[in-house]
């Protein structure tokens, strides 16, 4: 059983800066592959950005590709979502997201855990 808490939403203008911090309960978080999602109204869950349980691998939206950056610490349990260049289209609920067996998916019915997610909103 892995518990998920993100933080580091909040509102911000258009070409700013956030980070976003997923903590992760449980002892066996190398375990796991993490992603992060976003769900914007009327729309479906769509992923960020995931990484593989050693942060070896990674893998980006194209939407996001180059402006925000998927880490992990291993030791702190937790994962990381620094996001740069914000366009109003970044807003949305983002959803820390664990699979079983390390890897990166692209698909939210990969994944096994899911913490309650923190809003994200861009200003024009």
């Known amino acids: 059983q892995v518990q998920l808490v993100e933080s580091g939403g909040g509102l911000v203008q258009a070409g700013g800066s956030l980070r976003l911090s997923c903590a992760a309960s449980?002892?066996?978080?190398?375990?796991?592959?993490l992603g992060w999602f976003r769900q914007a109204p009327g729309k479906e869950r769509e992923v960020v950005a995931s990484?593989?349980?050693?942060?070896?691998?990674?893998l980006y939206a194209d939407s996001v590709q180059g402006r925000f950056t998927i880490s992990r610490d291993n030791a702190k349990n937790t994962v990381y979502l620094q996001m740069n260049s914000l366009k109003p289209e970044d807003t949305a609920v983002y959803y820390c997201?664990?699979?079983?067996?390390?890897?990166?998916?692209?698909?939210?019915?990969?994944?096994?855990?899911w913490g309650q997610g923190t809003q994200v909103t861009v200003s024009s």
């Open positions: 449980g002892r066996t978080f190398n375990n796991y592959g």
């Open positions: 997201a664990a699979v079983l067996g390390g890897y990166t998916g692209s698909l939210p019915t990969e994944y096994d855990y």
């Open positions: 990484i593989n349980w050693s942060g070896g691998s990674t």
